[in-house]
């Protein structure tokens, strides 16, 4: 068993990470994700508490008085007068019961707080998919940038392999005194920059893992490579604005505004009248001063509460002035979302453009940069050619393959940002 355990120790880190399989841990066990879960938690539980505000409260109430002058046990009434039965007087009353209060009319203050408060737990959830988008987008983003990265060092090692074999070459042929010992020196120069340059590439894919790493919310080993096909990008920007309706981006302004038109609906309820019930039974007890013994009496009341302001120098104006200017903020900052979003949308289809464009540029300067480079080799042991001229062929070829892997990765980032715009990196099985 031991030994089994070994092994499988040892072949977890060699399992390759695929991007699906690091996109649904996230959703699950990143704490990006675990934070916006609980902003719908936070939210849910405001909801409950503004509905059950309507049902009033019951509270255990008690007191202990200490007078200078002797009183009653309970208030007279002429029933109490008349009954000629003595009369319990005491010094202290120790009061003890329960209290039940409720809210009967708020001038539907209190429907319109459910309500708000309904809104803002439905914005919370439209918040929390923006939030994993984000979350989705952005590790595809790094896992892209570890790909690009990897292979680019793969294409860094070759070239590094490539000038040490010309150096010894060329070392060969200066023994011979076929080749100056100022063309060694300038290979050994390239050859160490190309090593340089490798170095730099493993040390960017440890920051770029680590980052990845923070982000999903556990340790990523080896990435499972993607297959990129570059195709000619066929979008129109109305037709995916045309769409925008659905986004939760959308959705969550509407929201806004229509949560500033119960605010105003709130801030009018004030200018109404306000009926409150409250009522009690408990018991006072007090030791006689007659008869030195204990007493007690039972009480019970219910009373109901009318309060209607009649004038407050303006102050209720103001307050309904302030939610409708806060209505007017509302309306322009979905307006002004509205086309950002557009804006944002046009950028990224003319991105994706960019980026295919790029992509064909750079395939295109790879190919005539190889036959420069075989051109130049045949030119340089011909002795046709100098060494620079080697040289510059083959980091313009080293250049070029660099960019043209780049580019690659880039057209698929581009994809995935327009994807985080339109909302679409969440797919339906992710979805929590």
Same mark, same amino acid.
């Given at each position: 068993?031991?030994?089994?355990?070994?092994?499988?120790?040892?072949?977890?880190?060699?399992? @390759?990470? %695929?991007?699906?399989?690091?996109?649904?841990?996230?959703? $699950?066990?990143? /704490? #990006? +994700? *675990?934070?916006?879960? =609980?902003?719908?938690?936070?939210?849910?539980?405001?909801?409950?508490?503004?509905?059950?505000?309507?049902?009033?409260?019951?509270?255990?109430?008690?007191?202990?008085?200490?007078?200078?002058?002797?009183?009653?046990?309970?208030?007279?009434?002429?029933?109490?007068?008349?009954?000629?039965?003595?009369?319990?007087?005491?010094?202290?009353?120790?009061?003890?019961?329960?209290?039940?209060?409720?809210?009967?009319?708020?001038?539907? @203050?209190? %429907?319109?707080?459910?309500?708000?408060?309904?809104?803002? $737990?439905?914005? /919370? #959830? +439209? *918040?929390?998919?923006? =939030?994993?988008?984000?979350?989705?987008?952005?590790?595809?983003?790094?896992?892209?940038?570890?790909?690009?990265?990897?292979?680019?060092?793969?294409?860094?090692?070759?070239?590094?392999?490539?000038?040490?074999?010309?150096?010894?070459?060329?070392?060969?042929?200066?023994?011979?005194?076929?080749?100056?010992?100022?063309?060694?020196?300038?290979?050994?120069?390239?050859?160490?920059?190309?090593?340089?340059?490798?170095?730099?590439? @493993?040390?960017?894919?440890?920051?770029?893992?680590?980052?990845?790493?923070?982000?999903?919310?556990?340790?990523?080993?080896?990435?499972?490579?993607?297959?990129?096909?570059?195709?000619?990008?066929?979008?129109?920007?109305?037709?995916?604005?045309?769409?925008?309706?659905?986004?939760?981006?959308?959705?969550?302004?509407?929201?806004?505004?229509?949560?500033?038109?119960?605010?105003?609906?709130?801030?009018?309820?004030?200018?109404?009248?306000?009926?409150?019930?409250?009522?009690?039974?408990?018991?006072?007890?007090?030791?006689?001063?007659?008869?030195?013994?204990?007493?007690?009496?039972?009480?019970?009341?219910?009373?109901?509460?009318?309060?209607?302001?009649?004038?407050?120098?303006?102050?209720?104006?103001?307050?309904?002035?302030?939610?409708?200017?806060?209505?007017?903020?509302?309306?322009?900052?979905?307006?002004?979302?509205?086309?950002?979003?557009?804006?944002?949308?046009?950028?990224?289809?003319?991105?994706?453009?960019?980026?295919?464009?790029?992509?064909?540029?750079?395939?295109?300067?790879?190919?005539?940069?190889?036959?420069?480079?075989?051109?130049?080799?045949?030119?340089?042991?011909?002795?046709?050619?100098?060494?620079?001229?080697?040289?510059?062929?083959?980091?313009?070829?080293?250049?070029?393959?660099?960019?043209?892997?780049?580019?690659?990765?880039?057209?698929?980032?581009?994809?995935?940002?327009?994807?985080?715009?339109?909302?679409?990196?969440?797919?339906?099985?992710?979805?929590?």
């Amino acid at each position: 068993m031991i030994r089994i355990f070994s092994i499988l120790l040892l072949t977890l880190p060699l399992c @390759s990470s %695929t991007l699906d399989g690091l996109v649904g841990y996230a959703m $699950k066990h990143s /704490s #990006v +994700a *675990k934070q916006s879960q =609980t902003q719908i938690e936070l939210a849910n539980l405001k909801s409950q508490e503004s509905k059950v505000q309507q049902y009033g409260s019951f509270d255990f109430v008690g007191d202990v008085t200490r007078y200078n002058i002797s009183r009653t046990l309970v208030p007279l009434t002429p029933t109490v007068i008349g009954s000629g039965k003595p009369v319990t007087t005491v010094e202290s009353i120790f009061s003890t019961g329960i209290a039940y209060n409720v809210p009967l009319f708020t001038g539907f @203050s209190q %429907t319109r707080q459910i309500e708000i408060e309904g809104i803002a $737990k439905q914005m /919370s #959830v +439209a *918040k929390a998919k923006l =939030t994993k988008e984000q979350l989705v987008y952005n590790i595809r983003s790094l896992y892209l940038s570890v790909l690009a990265q990897k292979e680019m060092l793969k294409a860094q090692k070759s070239y590094t392999k490539a000038l040490k074999k010309l150096t010894k070459q060329i070392a060969y042929e200066v023994e011979l005194g076929k080749k100056a010992k100022i063309d060694l020196f300038k290979a050994q120069a390239n050859s160490q920059a190309s090593q340089t340059q490798q170095e730099i590439l @493993s040390s960017h894919i440890a920051i770029t893992k680590a980052t990845l790493s923070a982000l999903v919310g556990k340790r990523v080993g080896k990435l499972k490579s993607l297959r990129i096909k570059v195709k000619k990008p066929r979008y129109s920007v109305n037709r995916l604005y045309a769409k925008a309706s659905s986004l939760s981006k959308v959705k969550i302004e509407n929201m806004a505004l229509a949560k500033a038109e119960k605010q105003i609906a709130k801030s009018k309820a004030t200018q109404l009248p306000q009926v409150n019930l409250s009522s009690y039974v408990g018991k006072n007890f007090g030791e006689d001063v007659a008869t030195n013994e204990w007493d007690d009496e039972t009480l019970w009341q219910v009373g109901v509460n009318v309060k209607w302001n009649i004038l407050d120098f303006g102050k209720r104006d103001l307050g309904v002035q302030q939610a409708k200017i806060a209505k007017m903020e509302a309306t322009f900052k979905r307006e002004q979302m509205l086309l950002d979003l557009r804006k944002l949308i046009t950028q990224g289809i003319e991105q994706v453009k960019q980026s295919y464009a790029e992509y064909l540029g750079n395939a295109t300067q790879l190919r005539l940069s190889k036959k420069s480079e075989t051109i130049e080799k045949v030119r340089y042991e011909e002795d046709a050619a100098t060494l620079n001229d080697l040289l510059l062929a083959k980091s313009m070829r080293q250049l070029s393959q660099a960019k043209l892997i780049e580019s690659r990765y880039n057209y698929k980032k581009s994809i995935y940002y327009l994807d985080y715009l339109l909302e679409r990196g969440i797919k339906p099985s992710s979805k929590r």
